[in-house]
């Protein structure tokens, strides 16, 4: 991978962290609702595997982390306004975290019954192929997503109908308490791609240069009109499911720490020579300025009108 | 002025539609080299294509799903589930998806969808024999269908595909042979209209699809009594043409809905519920309203006839009333 | 031997009738078990239907008819019966009950013995306007709940009985319907000078018309016959069609005309309304209702006063004349008496004659005895040419309601072209010295009194729905008097206590709304169809 690019996912994935952590205490505050899921350990994979897009192949996240958004540039005060109930949010008061959107930067929200959202990214992968040819749907998922029916039904779809997809599982071993050896019958949820006849791959989720590798491979596949992909990533979950989450549930989760990948990733960046700890300390530096700006944002905008409750529903009106 | 059956209607709804628009594609199990098994889709994927007109494996999530995210993509997705029933088998579809996809995400997305629902019972057992528009109706985010004459089911299944907004649009199975007449040139009354299919001055029916044919048939027998009712036809039932009915009871203060859904929370009772509300003082007869008794629908043909609505009993109810 | 049904099969779930195709075996004919007998086809398949005996077969249906699924298309007749047995085996497994609340609620009832009558909040509301003691009213409902039907029933219906429904001894003590009754006749009695004018009418065409109504060759009864005639009538004399005021005569909206009914409770009067602009038929269909209506003491309150006159016809009582009373505030009542055969005087010989007499009161406050006797004598000879009644205005059905769809007839003749519309009967004509009888405005005033109106209506509804009181609005149209119409004006004033600027904010949308106005465009498309039938088609 280019240094320029390596150098990028780094500095995203530090402002995604950031950006997180800020955004737990913001809920300890009580100025937004404690609902992220953080997806600490999850940032690097993300970003890589975004970067490997074009800037308008749409993509739809699953719930954990905000990687996804901040790999695409979406406004970290418009997405603080959103939990926050203030206006200058990217859905009005209407869906918090769990449903960021900005499609001009290719973001493309999230379904809020989890695993619900497969059979949107079908169903836009329908729609590009007849009007944008060329362009890819992403669909990422957690491990226990994959185990709805509409995962199988849509990558049945997808694959017969050679849809343009790509569906990235982040498999971080957990679906909140519930561990993949209880829920999942295969132990490579890659696997499952055998099922539908198409390409399943396993990455390591602390490998941006392989993890962009196979999507890209994948992107490639769907711009040829040959269909949809599967790829996971074996991820990590530092935290809990939810912020506060104690973990009583989780033996291993002492030893996270030591396997956090943007560690992983800041050690090789200074190893490589490519910055210096100095360095790497004022770009975390500019990172916790860049998210306080968008805090400081986000509190200057007005409260969201009670209103609102009532408009977005239809086209039409009432 | 010519006349043609409520399939043909609908097939020439989905015709027109297509070549209109380059962004309406129509699919379904059984749809596209078969015509669907209902005949609805007769011809059309000839016509236009299997990249339009094409059919789908047994994936009801995925069929009003799949929807969705095509009509986000820009296209303008018809979808056919078998049954209307099978509206419940895909429920996070259509009433999360569907309903509030654009919703959640703050009005970002819009979803011109329309999944038509063929309903009714013919004897085909409790999963395969409902009339559920009342879910639909109770449900925000969503347009709710309910054509009863072939004029209406084009006009309003034309209408429905030109809508931005997601309609459940339910197509009775047992008036696809029926004949009516339908004028090409006549504008077709909107969403949210209903049509007084019969003026009267003693009762008010509200009825639709089956029962309003029941409801018409009950009607001519009590005029030789020298009751006249009038019977209301909503048409769609999302948006709801309260505005005719409340008019009508003012006239008549007596109302009685047919409803081919369960009774309980139907959608007879939201109009009972409005009537109470908005029309107190008109009221001179106790609300009623006949429906599927809170039982499903079994198969056998007698326990059918037991649990629908009939001419027999829409006679005898509105007796009771004005008497 | 025995017959076996060969039916239409359901061959698809939607399917509720199939077609007979084709017969695949004579009428008649032998057939075996098994043998395709005829084709039939649904709207999806066709298929051939086999026999299910053996035996002879008879047709049912030819080729080409349609029938209902389910339905016999043939029978075949055989020597052999047989009942296939139920395969014994099998387990019937006992159902499980109904639950209660399934289907099965008790019907209610709305009275509670000893406990005060529950009402509709219609029949509550009626109550009070009609000053009617809702304790006083009895239920016809089998649930005892008591509707407006029954409140107007108690407000115009005399009671027999006391109020505690025994009869009294000694004083019978009146209902409050019958106080009311009895004051307003006194009143009417005290404060309208009456005159009474006797007619004798020639009753053949009377006697013809009523036998042709009697035989149905015509629709309607006698009295809607009476009725129609004294409604033309006092239509043709619009200044008696009022009623006294004090110092002036306060015209009556429309000409309604009352036709008392002798219910089993006493004398009510409902009334028919407009029945100038009805035909004989459709007064009859009026009145089937409002006597029904009566006759079960259910009329209701809009059915009932503001008459501009009575018809009373005893006839059948064999009473020859009478001095009437009228009607409250009514100035004319006209008494029917029976039709007699009488020996008449006709060119100088004694010839067998039918008559009929009329006793027509007048409220001598609003009528004049010249007045009167015209309306007598207009009565006299309408009733002398019953025949025509028959015909006129009937003519020309109305439309079906719910359609913007007009009807016209200009009879042979004149240029009076009689118009309607599902409601509402006029006439348009031309003035005299245009050629015509003046029987109405001519087309283009016509057209600019819509213009006129629709604009005046259309902002009044405009003010109407932002709550601007408006007050009287006057309206002046005019246009060039002859010729095309090259340009016309519209001047509109109202007096009002809202604000100018709020008045003038509705012109903008009552001309937007003015339908009219948009009617007036110049690119309206008008189809124009004539079409021609030979003379003697008209039938």
Known sequence: MRNDLLAEIFRKGLLTRVFEDRFVRLAMEGVVPPLLHPGAGQEVAQIAAIAALEDDDPVLYAHRGTGYMVARGVSLSAMLADCAGRAGGTNNGKGGIMHVVDTAKGIFGESGTLGGGFVISVGMGMAAKRKRPGQVVTHFFGDGGSNRGTFHEALNWAAVQKLPCIYVCENNGWAVSVPVSESTAVENIADRAHGYGIPGVVVDGADPDAVLDVVRTAAERARRGEGPSLIEIKAIRLRGHYATDPQDYRPDAAEMAGKDPLEALRARIISSGLMSEAEVASLKAACEAEVEEAVVAMQAQPLLSAEAAFEDLLVQGA | MREITYSKALNEALDESLAEDEDVIVYGCDVGRWGGIFNITTGLQAKYGADRVFDSPISENVLVGAGVGAAVGGLRPVVELQFADFLLTAGDEVFFKAGMWRFMHGGAFTVPLVVRLPSGATGAGPEHSTCPEAYVMHSPGLLCCVPSTPADAKGLLKLAIRSDDPVMFFEHRRLYQTRGPIDDAAPVAPFGKAAVRREGRHVTIVAWQMMLNRALKAAEILAAEGLDVEVIDPRTLAPFDFETILASVKKTGACLVVEEGYRRLGVGAEIGARLFEEALPYLDRPFRRLAIPDVPIGSAPALVSRILPSEEQIVAAVREMAG | ?539
Not at chain 3, 57 to 74: C, K, T, Y
Not at chain 3, 120 to 144: C, E, F, M, T
Not at chain 3, 257 to 269: N, P
Not at chain 3, 300 to 309: C, E, H, I, N, T
């Open chain 3, 1 to 539: 031997m025995s017959e076996h049904p060969l039916i239409m099969p359901k061959l698809g779930q939607t399917m509720e009738f199939g077609t007979v195709a084709e017969w695949l075996t004579e009428d008649g004919a032998a057939v075996q078990i098994g043998q395709p007998v005829v084709s039939v086809e649904s709207d999806k398949a066709t298929y051939e239907i086999e026999a299910t005996q053996a035996g002879v077969i008879r047709r049912l249906a030819p080729e080409g008819a349609e029938i209902p699924v389910g339905e016999p298309i043939a029978t075949i007749s055989s020597g052999v019966g047989q009942a296939a047995a139920v395969p014994s085996g099998l387990e019937t497994r006992a159902p499980s009950p109904t639950p209660g609340w399934a289907d099965r609620r008790p019907a209610r009832s709305f009275s509670d013995a000893g406990a005060r009558p529950l009402a509709s909040p219609r029949a509550k509301a009626l109550a009070q306007s009609l000053n009617v003691d809702i304790g006083a009213v009895s239920a016809h409902r089998k649930d005892r709940l008591i509707v407006a039907a029954d409140v107007e029933a108690a407000a115009s219906a005399r009671r027999v009985s006391g109020a505690d429904g025994a009869p009294a001894t000694g004083d019978t003590p009146l209902t409050p319907t019958q106080r009311t009754a009895a004051e307003r006749l006194a009143r009417s009695w005290r404060q309208a000078p009456h005159i009474v004018q006797m007619v004798e009418v020639d009753a053949e065409q009377l006697a013809t018309a009523a036998a042709a109504l009697r035989d149905g060759r015509a629709a309607g009864t006698l009295n809607d016959l009476l009725i129609k005639a004294a409604a033309d009538c006092l239509a043709q004399f619009p200044r008696l069609n009022a009623r006294f005021g004090g110092d002036h005569l306060i015209p009556l909206p429309e000409v309604g005309v009352g036709l008392a009914v002798a219910a089993e409770t006493g004398l009510t009067v409902p009334v028919v309304r407009g029945a100038d602009r009805l035909s004989v038929a459709q007064i009859g269909e009026e009145t089937r209702t409002l006597i029904a209506a009566a006759r079960a003491g259910r009329l209701r309150a809009g059915q009932l006063g503001g008459a501009s006159l009575t018809i009373s016809n005893l006839g059948a009582y064999g009473i020859a004349f009478g001095t009437p009373v009228l009607n409250l505030d009514e100035p004319i009542l006209v008494f029917v008496g029976a039709l007699e055969e009488r020996p008449v005087v006709q060119a100088g010989r004694i010839v067998v004659g039918r008559r009929v007499m009329l006793s027509i009161a007048y409220d001598h406050r609003v009528v004049d005895g010249l007045q009167a006797a015209r309306f007598s004598q207009a009565l006299k000879k309408r009733l002398e040419t019953a025949a025509e009644l028959l015909g006129g205005a009937a003519d020309i059905a109305p439309p079906r309601l719910g359609a913007r769809e007009l009807e016209a007839m200009s009879p042979a003749g004149g240029l009076e072209v009689r118009v309607r519309d599902a409601r509402h009967a006029w006439s348009v004509d031309e003035p005299s010295i245009a050629g015509g009888t003046d029987t109405g405005p001519d087309p283009v005033n016509l057209v600019l009194g819509a213009l006129a109106s629709c604009m005046v209506i259309a902002l009044k509804l405009a003010a109407r729905r932002r709550r601007i009181d408006l007050g009287e609005v006057r309206a002046h149209v005019a246009a060039n008097p002859q010729g095309k119409v090259k340009e016309a004006a519209l001047r509109i004033e109202v007096w009002s206590p809202a604000p100018e600027a709020e008045v003038r904010s509705l012109l903008a949308p009552a001309k937007a709304a003015c339908l009219v106005h948009d009617m007036l465009r110049p690119d309206l498309p008008v189809a124009v169809e004539l079409i021609v039938h030979p003379a003697e088609a008209r039938a």
